[in-house]
């Protein structure tokens, strides 16, 4: 059961970062607050009576006063000192969250047969593999697999688009590759995105932009239409097998159903008589 929790809890705190938005200027944001708020100060001393401050040349050792009694103390291997969260914070955090600036020096790795480090996540697969992590915790390794059509990107720890990754070879990823648009001597460069519908599944298609393909999908009984470049009821693309057609038929005669339905029901509360009670 204890297993059970900490995987979970690792995998939600992936979870949850993968959903933030980071803008890439961040990290620079990030690197001038560690210089800012962690000064260098002779170990050992506590200024207050509950704190903590890096020790200087390394980045996953700190001193903790509790009570005013100083203890260095040293982060897992994978994870380093973060200066920047508050006493009641867990200050020890990944790599992608606390850059290692001056203070350069790290612990020995301590590998096991699945993990580079005691804790971190760590991509699996080669260029053309891209979705794949490990999550390691404790020296044992968790493997999970980003989203179709998403890979995992090793410097930020999250899931993103193939082609914003710099270790992924996105066309060979997603099996394809983004057909080369003229440029008009008159209107210069072609404007905007190209959509492409995939050859061998008429509800997956494909974004390009600047030349490198995304993949998106069409849901429920909907399909891609090249036409309007938008989803529509798959009865309406020829590309799309027989029982999907069949069963987009099925979908719109039941919404048909159910708002003739909902007309009636309205038309008889509007012609149904309110009854008045009175009394004497």
Known sequence: ME???????????????????????????FQNQYQEQAPVRPTGQCRELNERYP???????????????????????????????????????????????ERSSLQPPQPTELCPHQFGYFKLGDARNCSGFRNCVNGVGYDFVCPDGLAFNSETYRCEWPDEVADCDAEAFLGFRCPEVPISRELGPPAGYRYYRSDNNCQKYFLCIDGHPRVLYCGGESAFDDLTSTCVSADEVGACPAELRAAA????????????????????????????????
């Open 55 to 101: 020790v200087s040349g390394s980045c996953d050792r700190y001193i903790e006063c509790i009570n005013g009694t100083a203890e260095e103390k040293l982060c897992p291997d994978g994870l380093r000192y973060n200066p920047n969260v508050n006493f009641d914070v867990y200050p020890c955090q990944y790599p992608n969250e606390v850059p290692c600036l």
């Open 249 to 280: 038929v099925r979908a719109k005669d039941d919404a048909k159903q159910l708002l003739a339905k909902e007309v009636e029901f309205n038309a008889y509360q509007l012609t149904r008589k309110p009854s008045l009670s009175y009394r004497n």
């Open 3 to 29: 297993r059970t929790f900490v995987i979970l809890t690792c995998f939600c705190a992936f979870v949850y970062t993968q959903t933030q938005y980071q803008p890439f200027g961040q990290t620079n944001r």
